[in-house]
């Protein structure tokens, strides 16, 4: 088992930069591929960002691109994911997860094993 705990949220200004952490525990997340996904209130949760077990490859979706890095340490057992440039759109309830779905689906949330609670992000205009 692997429980996951998100911190790092907050309430930010549009432009402003935040940065989650994603910390796990139970086993050593380096056994697999960790992910970032979103909630905004009366949506979808969506994919946001992915990284691969030795960090070598990343993907992001394309709302994010550019703004947003996700980074690991698997020594410490940390996701990290930096924000930055952020809007309104970007508020929303960010959750972390960890699996091993094939990397072509790894934007779908219920092929991860593993998810923490959330934490909430919120951007004023």
């Known amino acids: 088992q692997v429980q996951l705990v998100e911190s790092g949220g907050g309430l930010v200004q549009a432009g402003g930069s935040l940065r989650l952490t994603c910390a796990a525990s139970g086993r050593t997340i380096s056994s697999y591929a960790m992910a970032w996904f979103r909630q905004a209130p009366r949506k979808e949760r969506e994919f946001v960002a992915v990284?691969?077990?030795?960090?070598?490859?990343?993907t992001y979706a394309d709302s994010v691109k550019g703004r947003f890095t996700i980074s690991r340490d698997n020594i410490k057992n940390i996701v990290y994911l930096e924000m930055s440039s952020l809007n309104a759109e970007d508020t929303a309830v960010y959750y972390c997860a960890a699996g091993n779905p094939p990397w072509a689906l790894a934007t779908k949330p219920n092929l991860y094993d593993y998810r923490g609670q959330g934490t909430q992000v919120t951007v004023s205009s």
């Open positions: 990284i691969s077990r030795s960090g070598g490859t990343t």
